[in-house]
């Protein structure tokens, strides 16, 4: 079904509405593609042509993303399903393969930390991350956790329950560390345990995290039994401590409804209108093991499902009330397309009535392998579940927008103090660090709404031949760095006339110097005809005076009012993060100065030498047959290597 034409629909009605009609009214996914063929968006409907249409009415509001997105679509694809349930299902599964730039549900929220465990490696690792993004489609994610210091402690306690790999790289080349001998860690750095034994220890971890630590409990115990029946007593007393461990981190749990054994989860918001603080309680065995948080926007923003938002904001939107369901409802959605099916609970309480309940319940059922019940509580202990998890939203919310007042303040007088058109909503920072020219590197770092948003840190090494040891250049090395940020902007600007919006431009350039940094970024943004789109501007640090292009004199702005402190917050973390990195550069040369010494050691050996030995301490113990052992160190280099360290 993919076309051959290259303009966008929208530019051609005749064939919008030709394809439009060829849409049938039944359920099913329907997948929008841009004149190059790339997949924009991936959608569900109980009627296809109808949601399809909505997005291409002249009267229909849009939001700007969702206007936006309808600009490039240029052919739509559909596949029809038998029903509702199916076309939910395939959806999660087309998202998950392609993962359009449209598709974003849920406000990517870092303070909202995620347990990952790295089920793509032999010895998977267990770790706790802000970011969640999946280097294999086989590794795990849990969460997001409300309580980070909760999350910390349970991951503490764990790996003093189970014997799990501690490093992620061996300390040791050829030995175990003391974490071996006190048995924290089966020997994983020597391959002392197989890797299918030590993912076994692993499961019974990730069996923790879904809420299943009653069940782990037997299946420990029942080992326990059966190795004390064999006269395995050393054995027994093992998993004996950890079935104590185990039930000292359930004893730490509130207990919310003591006589149920019925798995479940709750689910409630609190919403001020723009955004939902949605809290998801996880209830097993009447313990809560699970606090989840989500962020969604209200409205017009991305929380939603499209189409779903369109129909809140048109002529015949319901009430308040059947809003927020759906925001439940597309919220549980994303949650359980990212678990297994073993975490999914038997019953699901929601706060408002869902627009799709009996499609979702269908679906989970399905994946479940038994009936999953969903459905509002109007009385007794469960109604008071739900009050107690919005009361937990409630406060969720209050403390988020006091930090989005105070960012939204600083902001708004950073708009009025540069003469802004509009919020800079979207900063960006840029930073140069060396040593007399040693070693350069620059660092990018971005805030969104007035927060850092490390997923969009980046980091530059300097290329420019001049800058060197004993010569530095902060004017050319910050040209480089704007110029190899900007030049897709530039780029699609020169061919199509405006800039692509995936290129993700700044409201606002701030630049760590003076005048004279000022003007080397001002010269290459005109250079690349962007300056009339990137507004920029440098803090000077000793007076932390703001200059503006084209003006000699700085801002008049007094240091300690809001706008000025959050362009000094963006500074400093642009001077943390580059420091940081030239460090890092730094100790890397330093590490490989003596190897430099001997002659055919290139910066490709060198490298290959010290991920094998992982210290140069060892690359001097060692003797020319293990050297050799090194690809690309033949016998030869590898005895030239000894003798250089046994003269």
Request: with cysteine.
């Amino acid at each position: 079904m993919q076309s051959s034409q290259t303009e966008p629909l929208l530019k051609n009605p005749d064939r919008l509405e030709q394809r439009l009609q060829e849409i049938p009214p039944d359920p099913g996914v329907y997948l929008m593609r841009d004149a190059s063929d790339r997949i924009l968006y991936i959608g569900k409907s109980k009627k296809l042509r109808s949601r399809v249409r909505s997005y291409f009415r002249a009267s229909q509001p849009l939001s700007p993303r969702i206007s936006m997105m309808v600009q490039q679509v240029g052919d739509i694809e559909f596949i029809v399903t038998d029903t509702e349930a199916e076309a939910l299902a395939l959806e999660a599964n087309l998202v998950k393969q392609h993962q359009p730039y449209f598709n974003v549900l849920l406000k990517d929220d870092k303070k909202y930390p995620y347990l990952c465990i790295t089920w793509s490696e032999d010895y998977p690792r267990i770790f706790i991350t802000r970011k969640r993004k999946r280097s294999s489609a086989k590794d795990r994610y849990y969460g997001p956790y409300v309580d980070a210091g909760v999350l910390r402690s349970t991951v503490n306690l764990v790996k003093r329950i189970f014997p799990l790999r501690q490093r992620p790289q061996p300390l040791f080349k050829d030995r175990p560390c003391l974490n071996y001998d006190i048995g924290r860690c089966p020997g994983v750095c020597q391959a002392l345990i197989s890797p299918a034994e030590y993912r076994q220890i692993v499961q019974k971890v990730a069996m923790v995290f879904q809420g299943r630590t009653e069940e782990l409990i037997e299946i420990l115990t029942a080992q326990m039994e059966a190795a004390a029946a064999a006269l395995n007593f050393e054995q027994a007393a093992k998993i004996r401590d950890r079935i104590a461990g185990l039930k000292s981190l359930n004893a730490a749990q509130k207990v919310s409804l003591p006589s149920d054994t019925v798995s479940r989860d709750a689910i409630a918001l609190a919403s001020d209108g723009d955004r939902a603080c949605v809290q998801l309680f996880q209830i097993r065995a009447g313990q809560l093991v699970g606090r989840l948080g989500f962020v969604a926007e209200c409205g017009t923003t991305s929380a939603t499902n499209p189409g779903d938002e369109m129909e809140l904001r048109g002529e015949n939107a319901g009430e308040k009330v059947a809003e927020l369901g759906l925001i439940l409802q597309r919220v549980l959605e994303e949650h359980y397309q990212n678990v297994e099916s073993v975490e999914i609970p038997t019953e699901i309480l929601v706060q408002y009535e869902l627009p799709e309940a009996e499609m979702l319940g269908d679906w989970l059922s399905d994946r479940k392998g038994r009936k999953v019940a969903i459905f509002a509580p109007q009385r007794q202990s469960k109604a008071e579940l739900i009050e107690m998890v919005e009361k937990n939203a409630d406060y969720e919310l209050a403390r988020m927008k006091r930090l989005s007042d105070r960012n939204t303040e600083a902001m708004q007088d950073l708009a009025e103090m540069l003469d802004l058109p509009e919020l800079p909503r979207r900063l960006e920072g840029y930073d140069i660090s060396h040593v007399q020219g040693s070693d350069a590197v620059a660092s990018r770092v971005v805030f969104l709404d007035g927060m850092s948003a490390k997923q969009h840190y980046r980091r530059y090494k300097i290329r420019n031949p001049e800058v060197r040891s004993g010569h530095s250049d902060d004017f050319a090395s910050l040209a480089e760095v704007i110029r190899r940020r900007f030049r897709e902007a530039a780029k699609s600007k020169q061919e199509s006339g405006q800039i692509d919006p995936r290129a993700e431009m700044p409201d606002l350039v701030t630049i760590d110097g003076g005048k004279g940094q000022l003007s080397a970024v001002v010269e290459v943004l005109r250079e690349m005809d962007l300056l009339s789109d990137v507004a920029v501007v440098s803090l000077a640090k000793q007076r932390e005076e703001v200059f503006q292009p084209g003006e000699s004199l700085p801002v008049n702005a007094d240091p300690d009012r809001p706008g000025v402190q959050l362009l000094r917050r963006l500074r400093d973390e642009a001077h943390r993060f580059a420091v940081t990195f030239h460090r890092q550069q730094r100790t890397e040369r330093m590490r490989r100065s003596r190897l430099d010494e001997i002659s055919g050691l290139g910066f490709e050996r060198q490298k290959r030498l010290l991920a094998h030995f992982h210290s140069i301490d060892y690359i001097s113990i060692a003797t020319p047959g293990q050297l050799a052992e090194v690809p690309g160190i033949g016998p030869r280099l590898a005895q030239e290597i000894y003798d250089y360290f046994h003269p």
